[in-house]
């Protein structure tokens, strides 16, 4: 078994990815201790004091104790220099990981100085077909590439829903070991991404009460942040389209270069038409501004998108 550090701290983009570090940590320890009696989580830096407190107690029974700070990134600039000071001289019976979404370059640059920092990266554009084959594989299930990729293009990078939705195409299936289209439309809620195509659609044709009712429909269906984030995505695929078609490029290498099926690359082909690039920079620019004035006032989230698509439309 490997020796374990007395600190981690452990980072990635995806939550998917950061839950799987933090099992096989917790496996590691857990094997030579009491369990989760032995396991302490704080939900974020502000329980701080508490923190303090249980790094500096023993576990029961002497037996290895896990310690797990979660949304670590917001780790003041007085506390990081706590972290550090405590990574010099840790309690040999406590195990300290530290879980961080987003980055905090002061903690950070600490944490790699002092060889903690772990980071987990997302698979890159091009490699989430494969990703999706992998993942498959885990399940017993296998998928050709375009299948794998036809279910990135429903679904986005995130990770975690990916796996949520192999899991239950896989449950679906049963025995059958290979895998086909159809069993990933038979599963997979496509009205979500549907109705994003729609809505994108309705504000190319600047048919704004369309849009809202699309918009709309969405609200009942998906997370407000989710739908902010399917719609940018839309938006940057259609600018990467009209890019690729300015060069001329193929049916195939467009499909390459987007990383999705050709027959949905087609689909993207045929939107772009209703909008200009400016017209494409200037509404990522406005979702950009959306999310800006969500994160730093009180504005809700849906009304935000409702005056985003009121804005791409009267630009």
Known sequence: MKTLKPIYLIYSEQKFLLEEALDRL???IVSQSLGELNVVQFASPQEFEQLEIALSTMSFFDQQKIIILHQADKLSKSQVPKITG?????????????V?????ET???????GHFFFEYKSPKKGQLGQWVIDYFKKEGKKVDFEVATYLVSLLGDDLSLLANEIKKIALYAGERHNLVMGDVKAVCCRQSHETIFDLVDALGQTDLPLALWHLNNLFHIEKEGRIFHMIVRQFRLLLKTKGLVSKESG?????RTLGLPSFVVTK??????????????NAL???LDTEVAYKTTATPLNAALELALVKILAA
């Open 86 to 98: 405590y990574s010099k001289a840790p309690n040999k019976g406590v195990t300290l990981i530290l």
């Open 26 to 28: 917790k496996k590691q």
């Open 285 to 287: 620019s406005i979702l």
């Open 268 to 281: 993207y082909m045929q939107q772009a038409r209703h909008f200009s690039v400016s017209k494409l920079k």
């Open 107 to 113: 903690l950070f640059k600490q944490a790699a100085a």
């Open 100 to 104: 961080a979404l987003k980055k905090n």
């Open 251 to 255: 049916l195939a290498q467009m499909s």
